[in-house]
């Protein structure tokens, strides 16, 4: 039996806004030509997957990048979200985890240091 906690778009996207301030100012003010997307639902072949980072890391770029490049993306998937979570403030704790997770990967942070600094 799946249960998935009712939430609106709305209220999902004001949940990774409520993330997204959470980032203090000095990190925030650091990334860059990022933007971060609700999507229903992750590429085929993962269902469970709650968010993903699509771009170039901070730590990859040359100095030739920044013309003309499009923004990295952060996707933050709300029905996987749900289906994971117990309820909405749940739901709200881990769209935080998973916000700070994919700005991390910008950041050029991989998975298995994530997963050692409680971040996974």
């Known amino acids: 039996m799946v249960c998935m906690v009712e939430m609106s778009r709305a209220e999902f996207e004001d949940a990774v806004s409520e993330a997204l301030d959470l980032i203090p100012e000095a990190l925030a003010e ?21 968010g993903l ?20 993306r952060i996707f933050i998937y709300m029905n996987p979200t749900l289906n994971a979570c117990e309820d909405v403030a749940h739901v709200r704790e881990e769209v935080a985890v998973t916000v700070v997770h994919e700005i991390a990967h910008h950041f050029g942070i991989d998975d298995d240091r994530l997963h050692e600094l409680g971040w996974g």
């Open 53 to 72: 980072y699509d771009g170039v890391a901070l730590t990859d770029r040359g100095s030739d990048w920044g013309f003309g490049e499009l923004p990295d």
């Open 30 to 50: 650091l990334i860059d030509n990022v933007v971060v997307l609700v999507e229903d639902d992750p590429p085929d072949g993962d269902p469970n997957l709650l």
